[in-house]
């Protein structure tokens, strides 16, 4: 599903992030990233979400070279991937529904397939029953588990979180983890970046620890 070989990432403000990384995710994994604050973690998310370029390297999904892949290529490629941020990036002006929705109505999908997935995906996160509310009326972790749904509805086969449970207590980010871990279960391929290594212990996932952006070990958590 993944490959990234020998990839590196340099910003001009801040030097070189990322150093000769090689990673591999199969298809329908679930893997946690981590590292410390400043380690490469999410850079390393938008290079293979194609909103980052590498400096130097190469990154393939499904076997394909995407790394200087065409803008008008990336919209495509981006449309099989689900996006998950920790500050939620829900429109505080549309209710729930309006905010799963959107990437569907971005994408075209008829008037009578957008409810169906709306609902399906709503149902999955255990939301159905709050489809009316606005973002502002729910807690942290219903606002967390809308742009959850908001990013499976469309059906993605492969799920990138940055730090999901950052500003969530330890209960609610491990119910977070929990659903994302079924999405799993169903074929999708699951990325997560992390630094709660207590939380990520409870999971048995393979670990995948950057180190400054130059090492790469790979453990699980047990």
């Known amino acids: 599903m993944i490959r990234m070989q020998n990839v590196a990432k340099r910003y001009a403000q801040t030097g070189e992030v990322l150093s000769q990384l090689n990673l591999e995710l199969d298809p329908g994994e679930f893997v946690f990233l981590t590292g410390a604050s400043g380690a490469g973690k999410s850079t390393l998310l938008k290079l293979i979400a194609l909103i980052e370029t590498p400096s130097r390297g190469n990154i393939y999904l499904n076997g ?111 119910e977070i983890f929990q659903l994302l871990a079924q999405f799993q279960q169903v074929g999708v391929t699951v990325l997560v970046a992390s630094h709660d290594l207590n939380l990520i212990a409870q999971l048995d996932k393979r670990v995948i620890r950057l180190e400054h952006g130059h090492a790469l070990t790979g453990l699980r958590g047990d």
């Open 64 to 174: 394909h070279n995407v790394t200087h892949a065409k803008r008008s290529q990336i919209a495509k490629i981006r449309s099989r991937m689900g996006l998950i941020f920790q500050d939620h990036r829900l429109l505080q002006d549309r209710n729930v529904f309006e905010n799963v929705a959107l990437p569907l109505r971005i994408s075209g999908y008829s008037q009578r397939e957008i409810p169906r997935r709306v609902r399906a995906a709503l149902d999955k996160v255990g939301l159905l029953p709050k489809e009316k509310s606005n973002p502002i009326a729910l807690s942290g972790g219903e606002q967390q588990r809308v742009g959850i749904a908001r990013a499976i509805v469309h059906k993605p086969r492969l799920l990138l979180a940055d730090e999901p449970t950052g500003n969530l207590d330890p209960t609610l980010s491990l």
